[in-house]
Structures are given as structure tokens and as C-alpha cells.
């Protein structure tokens, strides 16, 4: 995977104009797992926006070669919808599905300009990739 696609779509046709689809500012505050012999990192990634996002990549090795997947993790919305999500923990459970606990920021009724952050959350996965 080319490390500009998920910045740019660099195809002609779709994005004649190479305008950026998500700007990547930086990835952090990982959770990890170890899972049939590859590690996982979960990171959360910052927008160009500001916005976070978490990301998955994944090694064969522990501490090196880890390849980001080429597309963000969608994760579902609640009825109150996130700003931003963060520091993801991950734990495969007996069960078969993956669990992942993170917190969230969201939008301060009484304030509309401002975030209020700390409401802690969770999401499971099969794949890895839907949660």
C-alpha cells in the first residue's frame, strides 16, 4: 500500500483534480494484540481536521514493520454522535470476537463551540475491520 492512498485517491478518472480525502496528521495512543502469530496496533489517527479516527495496523514482528491497512476502521455511531475517539485498549476474548474499549469526545450541549471528553465506550470485532 502507497502511504499517500489514504490521503489522496491518486486515480484520474475518480479524483481529476487530486483534492485530499483525508489528511493525516498523526497516529498515536495505540492499543495492541497479538493474534494467530501477527501483532495488531490500533492507532488513533489525527485529521488535518483535528478529528481522530482509529486505524489498524498489523506485523509479523512486535516492535517493527508494522503496515497500516487502507482504510480507517469505521466504527458505529450512538445515538449521541462522537467528535473524537481515543486511547483504545483491545482484548481477544474466548468467544472469538475481539473487544475494544476507547473513550470519546462529544459536543457540549451547553456550549456549542466546545467538546467535552472522557465517556468511555466499546466496540467488537470478528475481522478486525467492522466493528
Not at 25 to 37: Q, R, V
Request: hydrophobic content about 35%.
Amino acid at each position: 500500500m502507497c502511504l499517500w492512498t489514504w490521503r489522496f485517491d491518486l486515480d484520474e478518472k475518480s479524483n481529476p483534480h487530486l483534492m485530499e480525502r483525508i489528511g493525516v496528521n498523526a497516529a498515536f495512543n495505540s492499543g495492541a494484540i497479538e493474534l494467530n502469530g501477527k501483532f495488531y496496533l490500533m492507532a488513533r489517527g489525527e485529521g488535518a481536521d483535528r478529528k481522530s479516527f482509529f486505524a489498524l495496523a498489523v506485523s509479523e514482528s512486535p516492535v517493527d514493520g508494522f503496515k497500516f491497512l487502507d482504510y480507517p476502521i469505521t466504527m458505529p455511531e450512538t445515538d449521541e454522535p462522537d467528535t473524537n475517539v481515543y486511547d483504545i485498549r483491545l482484548t481477544a476474548h474466548e468467544d472469538g470476537w475481539i473487544y475494544g474499549l476507547f473513550c470519546t469526545e462529544r459536543k457540549d450541549a451547553k456550549q456549542a463551540e466546545r467538546s467535552i471528553g472522557r465517556h468511555p465506550r466499546s466496540a467488537a470485532s470478528r475481522d478486525r475491520k467492522i466493528w
